[in-house]
């Protein structure tokens, strides 16, 4: 079953690191197929920045992401740029704590940068809060993966603060649900 | 051995014209090169285009005559890959102050571990005597035929300002001075600069009151002083006359280089 | 596995220990990865001042006996055309990778294109014949990064790996082997002129600092390697020689794969529009589209087109105005149609299909 997920927020919000972590998750732990893409521009923050994973079980020809059916939107910008023709069918997880519009489709509220300033300490978690409600919402891939991957990626030393984040992402979109 | 035993005795006649300088300053590298006792099969010689870069075709080790202006980024990588070798450079001024400018800078600036000898004759000479970055203000060629209306480029000062660890300036005249001026080069660890002054009787000479070679030679003699000389007239106040080039020992010293012989 | 990493990989994986480079975007993650390697494996790692400098230094270091590699985009490329040339004419074993994005000029830094296909089979002056390579995933990087190398070091030619923005830059599923074949450059035999060629007409390599004495310049030169440039005869055998070393082998060098060869209407591709192709093919389950797809480019491998004994049309979808297509039509007398892409984009299977509807 291919899954096609976009995430889009501001340079420096981590928009393509989500996108490695959850490609990872889905290849070296999950046995799936990923490829990650990005679109990006000349400003290494701010901007709107997007970046893709196709996840698959089989091996994945054409790389693009044409039709996605789930988004994780962190910003106003990229919500209009990449989220506001998402079709009914899709999920979007949304910073409800940035992202003012919300779209036609199903949609998953996560006060993320909120939560992960107020109740982490770190706004700069705020994508990992979301990339744990993605994946407890979606099930795109598993819970462990998820958490393999992160461990994998981020910095020596904030492994605990990432992975608190992770799970406050899992809560809150159970909560949601 | 001899200092002769490296030229490549199946490339003669080689294609300088009668007066040149060049083949001056190829005698004093080797026989800097003889004295200090290199080997031949761990030396390379590189060059880029021009008179002076042919130079390189008519020495028995390894040699790599490259495009214009890109010897030193040729010599770079082949010091850096193998830094047993002993890399020496030939280059012109054209070749090294025109179209290789950025690269003698950068090269100095790395301070790569090569030994470059530039034959400044002033012109372009291979091309027929066109300007070049070192003609002198006012001097004729074919490209200034109403006298350069360019200031120089004063080569020496500029890889002193860049960072080589040795540089020296002589002439064609003073084949002493400049062979052991190249065999200091060759010593010390570092990019070494050696700046030969050059006559070119017949695309410079000819069209600047120089017809004859020895008068070039001789303009060479009694228009060149020690740098520490005029130095030591201008603090004295006294006037030094624009014509007169500064010969001598520019630097020596012992920055960190690159591709030094581990 | 990100595919310019997949790249620098494949690259010491192959024994490449000089990296000679200068950033440009969609390229740097390459000399990055070579810069944190290269120090660690008792290889050379140097950023040059430009383009020009790094094509030089990876030149100077092939003739020491280094496996050496460069990486850029199209304006470091066009940069690199002069001692490209030089390359080519001493042959000298050495890879270049061109991270290809949209041109001409600055164009666009961070989209992909292949609108340098014919800069790399045309784009230094005068008459020659190069190798490139093409790859459509990350697997490819690596794969064809290795092959690159090896190739380079069998016909003394300057190979390229004409990827792009969108390969380069893009992540996922990467096998990497334990040990990849390596094929040695073949030394010269003491006693032989420095270039006088063996039967495949490629002289053995008399590497620096092995007491050869070879003379090597960029000048039309002899078997010596001497400068001999006013001998019409002289030159015209050594720059056939340099030509036909490539184009004699065009089959052995060629690597190609092919799906359905009776089908009447036939994609040839290379690089990312394969995969498009390949999703099409895969979406329509049908067995009357065929597709060739390249990994080699130069030398266009011709033979591979008449494999398709029933076409009636070749579609070419290109990242460019239609470099490739042009040469196809040399080959065949059928109908070459090319599908052009200009912006950045990668045609989407959606359009390929459309197309196929039009024509049917």
């Not at chain 3, 039967?199 to 600092?209: I, M, T």
């Not at chain 3, 020689?241 to 092919?258: G, P």
């Amino acid at each position: 079953m291919r899954h096609e997920v976009r995430f889009s927020g501001f340079g420096g919000q981590g928009i393509i690191l989500s996108a490695v972590i959850l490609g990872r998750a889905a290849v070296m732990y999950d046995s799936l197929y990923a490829v990650q893409t990005q679109v990006y521009g000349p400003e290494a923050r701010g901007g709107a920045s997007m970046s893709a994973v196709i996840i698959d079980d089989e091996p994945i020809l054409y790389p693009k992401v044409t039709s996605p059916d789930i988004f994780v939107i962190m910003s106003q910008e990229g919500f209009e740029k990449y989220g506001a023709q998402a079709p009914e069918d899709a999920t979007m997880l949304l910073d409800s704590s940035l992202v003012h519009s919300r779209p036609q489709c199903r949609v998953i509220e996560i006060p993320a940068t909120r939560e992960a300033k107020e109740k982490l300490g770190r706004e700069i978690v705020a994508n990992i809060v979301m990339l744990g409600a993605l994946v407890s919402a979606t099930r795109v891939v598993t819970e462990t993966a998820i958490e393999k991957a992160i461990l994998d990626s981020v910095p020596k030393g904030t492994e605990s603060l990432n992975l608190k984040a992770m799970k406050r992402g899992f809560e809150l979109a159970r909560v949601v649900e | 051995m001899s200092y002769q035993d490296w030229f490549r005795q199946d490339r003669l006649p080689h294609i300088y014209c009668s007066g040149c300088g060049n083949g001056t300053v190829i005698n004093c590298t080797l026989m800097a090169v003889d004295e200090l006792g290199w080997k031949e099969e761990e030396t390379v010689f590189v060059s880029g285009i021009g008179c002076s870069s042919r130079a390189s075709g008519y020495i028995v080790t390894d040699s790599l005559h490259t495009t214009h202006g890109r010897a030193l980024p040729f010599a770079t990588g082949v010091k850096l890959s193998n830094p047993d070798l002993n890399v020496v450079v030939f280059t012109g001024d054209g070749d090294l102050a025109a179209i290789g400018g950025n690269h003698f800078i950068h090269a100095c600036r790395r301070n790569i571990d090569l030994t470059v000898i530039c034959m400044n004759n002033q012109i372009y000479g291979m091309t027929g005597g066109q300007g070049s970055p070192t003609t002198p203000a006012g001097a004729l060629s074919t490209t200034t035929p109403y006298g350069s209306s360019e200031p120089a480029f004063d080569l020496s000062e500029l890889a002193v300002a860049a960072g080589a660890n040795f540089v020296a300036r002589w002439t064609s005249y003073h084949v002493k001075e400049l062979t052991r001026a190249i065999g200091a080069g060759m010593r010390t660890p570092g990019l070494s600069f050696i700046e030969t002054m050059t006559q070119c009787p017949t695309n410079y000479g000819r069209r600047n009151k120089l017809r004859q070679v020895t008068d070039q030679v001789e303009f060479m003699k009694n228009h060149t002083a020690l740098r520490q000389k005029l130095d030591r007239m201008r603090e004295s106040g006294q006037k030094v006359p624009t014509d007169i080039i500064a010969i001598g020992e520019f630097v020596r010293r012992d920055r960190p280089a690159m591709g030094v012989r581990r | 596995m990100q595919g310019n990493i997949a790249c620098a990989e494949g690259a010491i994986a192959a024994g490449c220990r000089f990296f000679g480079g200068y950033p440009i975007t969609p390229s740097t993650e390459i000399a990055e990865h070579m810069a944190a390697k290269l120090p660690r494996i008792d290889g050379v790692f140097i950023q040059m001042e430009d383009e020009l400098a790094s094509m030089a230094s990876i030149i100077g270091a092939s003739w020491t006996g280094m496996r050496s590699m460069t990486a850029t985009s199209g304006p470091g490329f066009s940069l690199m055309m002069e001692n490209i040339g030089f390359a080519v004419m001493t042959e000298t074993p050495c890879v270049v990778v061109n991270i290809q994005r949209g041109g001409p000029s600055t164009g666009q830094p961070t989209m992909g294109a292949q609108g340098d296909m014919m800069q790399c089979r045309f784009g230094s002056h005068g008459d020659y014949s190069v190798i490139a390579l093409s790859p459509a995933s990350v697997q490819e990087m690596y794969e064809l990064t290795v092959k690159a190398f090896n190739l380079a070091d069998e016909f003394r030619v300057p190979v390229f790996l004409m990827s792009d923005e969108i390969v380069g830059h893009m992540r996922e599923r990467i096998d990497i082997p334990d040990q990849v074949p390596i094929i040695p450059r073949k030394p010269l035999q003491k006693g032989t002129l420095p270039f006088h060629p063996d039967a495949d007409l490629v002289p053995g390599f008399p590497q620096f600092g092995e007491g050869y004495g070879v003379h090597v310049t960029g000048l039309t030169h002899d078997e010596r390697g001497y400068p001999c440039a006013t001998s019409p005869g002289l030159h015209e055998n050594l720059v056939m020689r340099l030509v036909n070393k490539i184009e004699s082998a065009r089959d052995r060098i060629a690597d190609y794969s092919i799906t359905n060869p009776e089908a009447e209407t036939v994609f040839v591709t290379y690089g990312p529009p394969a995969r498009s192709v390949e999703q099409v093919v895969r979406d329509l389950g049908r067995d009357d589209i065929g597709h060739l797809r390249l990994r080699v480019v130069w030398p266009f491998p011709e033979s591979a087109l008449k494999l398709f004994a029933s076409a009636k049309q070749f579609l070419v979808p290109e990242m460019n105005m239609g470099q490739v297509a042009r040469e196809i039509e040399r080959h065949v007398d059928q109908p070459v149609i090319p599908i052009p892409k200009l912006g950045g984009n990668l045609h989407s299977p959606d359009e390929l299909k459309a197309r196929l509807e039009v024509l049917h």
